[in-house]
Structures are given as structure tokens and as C-alpha cells.
């Protein structure tokens, strides 16, 4: 990570500006000591109204704020920031995971990602790096107008590239996701456009790890609650990051619902049945399907039979029915092509 950094040291064209609020001082000065080395300009602000003021006045790329604070707290502050700035990229931190926002809160105010207060600053570091790239390739993507689609998909894996640089699995299981959602997906007869959106969803449904700090996100042991509530936040942190580009606003909704369940006990939501979109759902399956089947550093590869079997058990449940069946068709039918994917 820190070499990452460092290749941005002295580039003076693209300085990073950063508009920190917080009422712990010591914290701000830490930061700002960290953050210069890494070709930021980076100002505080220990008063909500007058930075509030100056983000208006002046344009920022990164706004990194506490939760807690007094005499407002930090969601009032973003409330009131994005009726002006719908681009700029936010952290939120909190001294304890227990008093983080809630998934509501994160998704209402279009929050990119969250930190926990703790001494190991680096990890907040990342996610400045993430934010960094973020609003480059959204600046880069501006300039050049044509091309959109192609330019933003680019954008979507360089951030995609940034969580796989701590969690390899990711843009591994990622890419076999998306192969198998556009198989499917023909297999089921929907237009182009429904296979474009299905195809680009399934790519970057994680995407929102870029806003779950790495002590959660690669932790080995088993999380805790409040850690696993940390991780339920990667759909909506997700779902921000595309509702925020006009191109590929529709996919915000597929991304944000995937991880929800046909008996209303996923999340974020707790949709039921149809009330969660069509491309989530067909998303949902071919999401647990590789995750049952591929290995994992903590499981062996599984046959495709197991995959099936494990699907099953899944149906009303977790999965919609009459999609789960003409799935296992698809499975038995394209075989070879499945394998070869998940190998
Ligand atoms: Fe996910
Ligand atoms: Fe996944």
C-alpha cells in the first residue's frame, strides 16, 4: 500500500484536497500529518457551520467526519453537504463499531465508507487511497464524454482492483459471477439490456468492500455481531458508488439488493419475493452458487452436484423458486461451459 502512496508524492498536478471535521483535535492533527505525506492538502475543521461554509465556497474531493459530535452530529452535516455536493467522497468514522450509522443512515446519505476510530491509521489511509481513485477516474471520465460506458467500466475496475489488492477472492469470484449471470441470462431469454446491466452488476456487486476497513474485511477469525453488521453495509456502500453516475444509475438497485432473500431475512432491506428486483435475484443465485462451488482459503473446491444440492435447500427461503429451478437446468444443461468457469 504504502509504495501505492508514495507514487503520488510530489506529482504536484494532482493534489488531492481534504476537508477533515472533528472535535478531537489530536485526531485531526494525526491525520493531517499522515495524509500530506501522501500529496493531499488537507484542512480542519473542528466547527460544523464554518466547514459546511468553506465546502461550499470551495471544491473538495474527500470529506472525512465523525460521527459523533456536538453541537451537530455528522449525518446532519452530510445531509446538509449533499444538498450541495452530490461528488465528494465520504468517510465516516466513529470512535466504536457500536455507535457506527446505521445501514439506513449510510445508504440515505450516500456514504462511500466507514471507519472505525483505532489506532492503526493506515487502514484509514486505504480508504482515502480508495477515494482518491475513485474521484480521479470520475474526473477522467468527465473530460471524455464519449465512450461513457466504457470509460465508467474501466473506472468500476480500477475500484474493484483496489479491494482485490487485500482481498484477491474478490475480483476472483467477481469475474466467475458475472460469466455465469450473462450465461444464465441468455439462457433465460432477457433482452440486451437486462444481460448488460446483469453483466456489469454481477462484476462489481461487492464493490462496497472498498468502504469496510481491512481488520473486518480480511479478518480469519469468526466476526463478531457488530463486525458482520460492519460488512452488511458493502450492497449499500455499493449502490452509492454507481447511483452516483447517470450512466449506470440502474445498476445501484441490483447491487444494493443482493444480498437480500425471498423470505425477507437478507439485507439491507429485508425485501420479500418480488418486491426484490429480477436481476437481484437471478444475481443472488449465481453469487451463492460460486461461493458454494469455488475454493476458498478455508474450503476445498465442491462439485457441481453439491452446488445444486446446497441450492435447494435454499428455495423460498433464500432463493426464488421458479428461478432456482430453471437454474439447476441451466447447470445440467451447460455442464462443461460451468465448469470451465469455476475452475
Ligand atoms: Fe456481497
Ligand atoms: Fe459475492
Do not use: W
Amino acid at each position: 500500500m504504502k509504495d501505492n502512496l508514495d507514487n503520488n508524492v510530489n506529482n504536484k498536478e494532482n493534489i488531492n484536497k481534504i476537508l477533515i471535521i472533528d472535535d478531537d483535535v489530536d485526531v485531526m492533527d494525526i491525520l493531517s500529518v499522515m495524509l500530506k505525506k501522501y500529496n493531499c492538502d488537507v484542512y480542519t475543521f473542528t466547527e460544523p457551520v464554518s466547514a459546511i461554509e468553506e465546502l461550499k465556497s470551495n471544491k473538495y474531493d474527500i470529506l472525512i467526519l465523525n460521527f459523533l459530535m456536538s453541537p451537530v452530529n455528522g449525518d446532519r452535516i452530510v445531509e446538509l453537504v449533499r444538498e450541495f455536493d452530490k461528488e465528494i467522497y465520504i468517510i465516516l468514522m466513529s470512535t466504536h463499531n457500536d455507535l457506527a450509522p446505521s445501514i439506513e443512515l449510510m445508504q440515505k446519505l450516500d456514504i462511500q465508507a466507514y471507519f472505525e476510530k483505532s489506532p492503526r491509521f493506515d487502514e484509514l489511509i486505504m480508504l482515502v487511497q480508495g477515494g482518491i481513485k475513485y474521484k480521479q477516474q470520475l474526473n477522467k471520465i468527465k473530460d471524455m464524454g464519449l465512450q461513457l460506458d466504457k470509460y465508467l467500466f474501466d473506472f468500476a475496475k480500477i475500484l474493484l482492483n483496489t479491494i482485490s489488492a487485500k482481498d484477491h477472492y474478490t475480483e476472483e469470484h467477481s469475474e466467475r459471477v458475472s460469466k455465469i449471470s450473462v450465461l444464465f441470462a441468455k439462457y433465460l431469454n432477457l433482452d440486451e439490456k437486462d444481460i448488460e446491466a446483469l453483466k456489469v452488476s454481477s462484476f462489481f456487486h461487492d464493490i462496497g468492500k472498498i468502504g469496510i476497513p481491512d481488520n473486518i474485511l480480511l479478518k480469519e477469525e469468526p466476526l463478531t455481531v457488530s463486525e458482520y453488521d460492519t460488512i452488511k453495509l458493502h450492497p449499500i456502500i455499493g449502490a452509492n458508488i454507481f447511483s452516483s453516475t447517470d450512466v449506470f444509475k440502474h445498476i445501484a438497485p441490483i447491487i444494493l439488493a443482493h444480498h437480500e432473500r425471498v423470505d425477507g431475512t437478507g439485507y439491507p432491506s429485508g425485501l420479500k419475493g418480488n418486491e426484490i428486483p429480477y436481476l437481484a435475484r437471478i444475481l443472488n443465485i449465481c453469487d451463492s452458487f460460486d461461493a458454494i462451488v469455488s475454493k476458498r482459503p478455508y474450503k476445498e473446491k465442491m462439485s457441481l452436484e453439491y452446488g445444486i444440492e446446497q441450492l435447494k435447500l435454499g428455495i423460498n427461503k433464500q432463493f426464488d423458486g421458479e428461478l432456482i429451478n430453471k437454474f439447476i437446468k441451466f447447470i445440467k444443461e451447460n455442464r462443461k461451459k460451468i465448469e470451465d468457469i469455476v475452475e
